[in-house]
């Protein structure tokens, strides 16, 4: 019977059924119950490390990029004061050409109304009337 199942099995690439009793059946589900306690008890474990090694990950991550925010806010305050001086010192030179060119408008103005003034001053005193 034996040689006869083996031949089966190698003949149709199928596993025949047994006939097993119910204690057998009790012992696999005993044993199948075991494995799975023991599989879910290292599942937990190993969850627990990972949480843990992810939980240090996000800590070292944290802990990296609150050093490169300062670093960058430096940077940038640094940036805007250079900036900050580079444009008064622009706007200080627009003011002084813009005095510059007031005064300038000035000695035109006080000069033009100067040489209507003389201009009329000459044309009353001596050109005669008529």
């Given at each position: ?5 083996t ?12 006939l097993a009793?119910?204690a ?17 008890l ?22 990296s990029?609150n ?12 940036e ?19 005095d510059?060119n ?24 001596y050109?005669?009337?008529?």
């Open positions: 019977m034996e040689t006869r199942m031949a089966l099995e190698n003949r149709f690439d199928t596993i025949l059924p047994t009793t119910k057998d059946v009790k012992a696999l589900e005993l044993k199948l119950a075991e494995s799975s306690a023991q599989l879910e290292k599942l937990a474990e190993s969850s627990a490390q990972l949480e843990l090694k992810l939980a240090e990950s996000s800590a070292q991550h944290q802990t990029l050093r490169l925010e300062i670093k960058l806010l430096d940077i940038i305050h640094r805007i004061k250079t900036v900050k001086q580079e444009l008064q010192q622009e706007i200080k030179a627009v003011c002084q050409k813009i510059s007031n005064w300038r408008m000035i000695v035109w103005m006080t000069t033009v109304v100067m040489t209507g003034f003389a201009g009329v001053f000459y044309i009353a005193r050109v005669p009337a008529g």
